[in-house]
């Protein structure tokens, strides 16, 4: 697993043994981050801020560090991934420009800073999309015009609290990206 584009391009990255943390495949991060920044959505990373839930590797957000991103947050449960997490930020030097939580996405409390866009990546078939984008309102995690992407397993229904809008839908091999926004922001 590599970086795939940005200041960052080609490095390499550590993910943990087994199978219970499950990285974004390099296609799929490469397809989800050219419809970002060039495609359908057009956001501008730049000196954007970045929440990493269900961070696992960081992959996710250490690609948006690599494409401009001023500051990514990631929460990271387990213990084994959060050991990886904390290599793969030290390996690329991006030690000061990141955070880590270690806890739980679905119980976030009050936000460090809002994010502009965040990258949720949760264990599939699980149920945690709506209680983690319920942590997310509940604490004041996203930035007016928020952009949230969720990836699950291809063939999963999407369970979305109403406060949140699909605007798109894309199917990457064995993964779905949900991409969406607060409907009424608090």
């Known amino acids: 697993m590599r970086i795939v584009a940005g200041r960052h391009r080609g490095a390499r990255l550590e993910a943990p043994p087994g199978e219970f943390t499950r990285p974004t495949s390099d296609r799929a991060r490469q397809a989800l981050f050219d419809t970002l920044t060039g495609g359908r959505f057009d956001i501008d990373l730049n000196d954007a801020v970045v929440l990493d839930l269900f961070a696992g590797t960081g992959a996710l957000g250490l690609e948006a560090l690599s494409r401009g991103a001023a500051r990514a947050i990631f929460v990271e449960k387990d213990r084994t991934a959060l050991a990886v997490l904390n290599r793969n930020i ?35 078939r699980q149920g945690l999309v709506s209680p983690a984008l319920q942590a997310l309102l509940a604490g004041g995690w996203l930035a007016p015009d928020a952009l949230i992407v969720v990836e699950q397993a291809k063939d999963d229904i999407p369970d979305l609290p109403p406060e949140f809008a699909l605007l798109d839908d894309r199917r990457y091999g064995a993964a779905r990206f949900l991409f969406l926004r607060q409907t009424v922001p608090a």
């Open 90 to 124: 030290a390996h690329l030097k991006a030690g000061d420009r990141t955070l880590v939580l270690p806890q739980d996405a679905t119980t976030l409390g009050r936000a460090r800073e809002p994010a502009a866009l965040v990258l949720m990546d949760p264990p599939y």
